[in-house]
């Protein structure tokens, strides 16, 4: 038996590649059950985020386990697995391990030291134990890893100053623009994501937030908990004339 770990992130595959193989947690039970249903596969777990898509699996042979992770995601992303195949990475045993620490520690991810990739990884766990889909192995690999990841957060100085794409977008603001007082600020949609580069912009003191999202009653509660305004998806063209700047994080 061995660990194997094949994917593909930020370093390896522009976005729209990865959009097309992203598994919301919702669709993830087809997936594993298509896995579980390949005889070198024993165990299996997908970490799917805006900028990685992993396979994290326990295999009896790997070629074998690479071969069918291959023709699953071919499959999600409608294209033939010769078309992405020379992206994706491979690490097995030992640095299968290393790989998990390190991306439960936020050190493979784009912004160094962001914490939401530390949720992202229990989630995946929690969504493939409640499948029954991981045993006692990856169950042994995630729980270390989470406590790795964890470990980081308090006891080195990455934890020290959060960061987030978020927050680096707000940086960049802060460059073009110098103070962010008085400004403007367009929201489109409104996740997690919008949400913290919000609080990031309150910080700075902007004077207007809106909030445009395709589901008004989310631009409505998020602008409400925001002291914003919501603009309704069809027409945030005609705001963006008044928007200093523009946030966009949507599906």
């Known amino acids: 038996m061995e660990i194997v770990v094949v994917g593909l992130n930020h370093k390896t595959a522009p976005i ?18 298509a896995l579980g249903k390949e005889p070198p596969i024993l165990e299996r777990l997908i970490l799917s985020t805006c900028n990685r898509v992993e396979v994290y699996a326990v295999a009896e042979e790997v070629s074998a386990a690479r071969q069918s992770i291959e023709v699953l995601l071919a499959a999600r992303a409608q294209l033939p ?18 790989h998990a620490f390190r991306v ?19 989630d995946a766990y929690q969504a493939a134990a409640g499948l029954g889909a991981v045993g006692p192995v ?9 406590r790795v990841g964890k470990r980081i957060r308090t006891e080195t100085a990455l934890g020290a100053s959060p960061v987030s794409v978020a927050s680096v977008a707000i940086e960049l603001a802060r460059q073009i623009f110098g103070a962010l007082a008085g400004r403007t600020v367009l929201l489109l949609g409104a996740g997690e994501m919008s949400e913290a580069a919000a ?18 009653e989310r631009a409505l509660d998020l602008a409400a908990r925001l002291g914003g305004r919501a603009v309704r998806f069809d027409q945030f063209k005609e705001e963006v004339l ?8 949507t599906a």
């Not at 729209?16 to 059950?33: S, V």
């Not at 042994?140 to 989470?146: D, T, V």
């Not at 008044?242 to 994080?249: C, F, H, L, M, R």
């Open 242 to 249: 008044s928007a200093d700047i523009v946030i966009a994080s």
């Open 16 to 33: 729209e590649l990865r959009e097309r193989l992203h598994i919301p947690e919702r669709d993830l039970a087809g997936p594993l059950e």
């Open 104 to 122: 439960a520690g936020s050190l493979d991810s784009l912004v160094v030291g962001e914490p939401q990739i530390l949720g992202q990884v229990k």
């Open 81 to 98: 697995a010769a078309a992405f195949s020379g992206l994706l990475y491979l690490h097995t045993a030992a640095e299968a391990v290393r």
């Open 138 to 146: 990856l169950s042994a690999l995630m729980e270390r890893a989470l």
């Open 199 to 216: 609080q990031h912009l309150k910080e700075e003191g902007v004077s207007a937030i809106l909030v445009s999202n395709r589901r008004y």
